[in-house]
C-alpha cells in the first residue's frame, strides 16, 4: 500500500530539516565567534564540571604564587636590612679594636670612638625599624609604626611590637613564616637579651660607648665587649640563614606553581577552546548544507493546479 505524502507534510518535513540546519549552523558560528567549545552547560555538561574544577584549581594556584611573590618581596627586604645590620656591627668591632690599642691614653680620641659608636647606635635603631608596606619588619604582627621605641630621657631602646607570625600560605598545604621576631634579633631592651643568649644589642652599644667615655681603663670592658658581638654576629647570621633558607623553600615552590599554572591552562584550553581551523570547516559545511535546505524548500510544490487546467 502507497503511502500519499501531500504537499503538506513535505513542507512540514522540509521546514524540520531546515530549522536542524540552521540550529547547527547557529551553534557552531557562536563557538567560532566566541572560541569556546562549550558556550553553555548544555552544550557539555561533564565537560562544563570539569573545566569549573579546573578554573578553581588555576584560581588557587594563582593565588599561591601572589602569596609567594610578597613573601619573596618580604624576604628580600629582610636580607638587605640584615645586611646592614651586619655591616654596621661589624664597625663597632673595628673601632672597639681601635678603643682597645688606645687604651686610656687618649681621652679625644676615645671620645670620638664612642660618638661613632653613638652613630651607628642611631643607625642600627632605625634599620630594627625598617618597614615593609607600612609595617616594621622586625615587629611581628603589631599594627604600630615600629618595632623598637627610643626613651630620650634615659638613652634607653625598648621593644614595642610582639611576637605574632607573620605567615604566607605557598603551596597545598604549605603555610611559611617569613618574619624574625624583633627582640630575638635584638633583645627587649630593658636588660633582656635574645633567647639565644646573645646580648642585648642596643644596651651592649650603649655600654661600648659609656666605656669608652668613662672608664679609666676601658680594657677589661672592651675585651668583654668583643666576645659579646662576635655573639651578636652569630645570631644575625643564624636569621639571616634561616630567612634565606624560606627564601629558597619560596622559590622552589614558586617554580612548582608555574609549571603546574601552565598544565592548568593546557588542559583547559584542550576542553574549552575551538580549533579555529576545523570550527571554520564545519561552519562552512553547516551552511552550504543550510543553502541546500533552503533551495530544496524552495522547489517543493512549484507546480499549482491551474497549471493542470491550461
Do not use: C, H
Not at 512540514?12 to 572560541?35: D, E, H, V
Not at 644589642?201 to 668583643?226: H, K, M, Q, Y
Not at 584550553?269 to 564545519?282: F, H, P, T, Y
Amino acid at each position: 500500500m502507497m503511502t500519499r505524502v501531500t504537499v503538506g507534510s513535505a513542507l512540514y518535513g522540509a521546514l524540520n530539516g531546515m530549522q536542524s540546519t540552521s540550529s547547527k549552523l547557529a551553534a557552531l558560528q557562536s563557538q567560532l565567534s566566541s572560541g569556546r567549545q562549550i558556550t553553555k552547560p548544555s552544550d557539555n555538561p561533564a565537560g562544563t564540571a570539569t573545566a569549573l574544577q579546573l578554573r578553581g584549581e588555576l584560581a588557587r594556584t594563582n593565588q599561591y604564587q601572589a602569596n609567594g611573590t610578597d613573601a619573596l618581596s618580604y624576604l628580600t627586604q629582610l636580607d638587605s636590612t640584615m645586611s646592614s645590620l651586619a655591616t654596621q656591627l661589624q664597625k663597632v668591632r673595628s673601632l672597639v679594636v681601635q678603643g682597645l690599642n688606645t687604651g686610656s691614653s687618649t681621652g679625644t680620641s676615645n671620645e670620638a670612638l664612642a660618638q661613632q659608636v653613638d652613630q651607628i647606635r642611631q643607625s642600627m635603631l632605625s634599620l630594627a625599624n625598617t618597614t615593609s608596606l607600612g609595617r616594621p619588619i622586625f615587629g611581628g604582627t603589631t599594627t604600630g609604626s615600629a618595632a623598637f621605641s627610643l626613651d630620650s630621657s634615659t638613652n634607653t631602646v625598648s621593644y614595642v611590637g610582639d611576637s605574632g607570625a607573620m605567615q604566607r600560605t605557598v603551596g597545598p598545604s604549605t603555610t611559611i613564616t617569613i618574619n624574625p621576631i624583633g627582640s630575638d634579633v635584638f633583645g627587649t631592651g630593658n636588660g633582656t637579651d635574645p633567647a639565644d643568649g646573645s646580648p642585648d644589642v642596643f644596651e651592649l652599644l650603649s655600654n661600648i660607648s659609656a666605656a669608652l667615655r668613662g672608664a679609666a681603663d676601658p680594657t677589661t670592658t672592651l675585651n668583654s665587649a668583643l666576645t659579646s658581638i662576635d655573639k651578636v654576629q652569630a645570631n644575625f647570621s643564624d636569621v639571616q640563614s634561616t630567612e634565606g633558607a624560606q627564601y629558597n623553600r619560596i622559590t622552589g615552590l614558586q617554580s612548582s606553581m608555574s609549571t603546574n599554572t601552565i598544565q592548568l591552562k593546557a588542559q583547559l584550553s584542550d576542553l574549552q577552546d575551538v580549533d579555529v581551523a576545523d570550527m571554520a570547516i564545519q561552519v562552512s559545511t553547516a551552511n552550504t548544507a543550510y543553502q541546500a535546505s533552503l533551495a530544496a524548500t524552495a522547489q517543493i510544490q512549484q507546480t499549482s493546479l491551474l497549471d493542470f487546467l491550461k
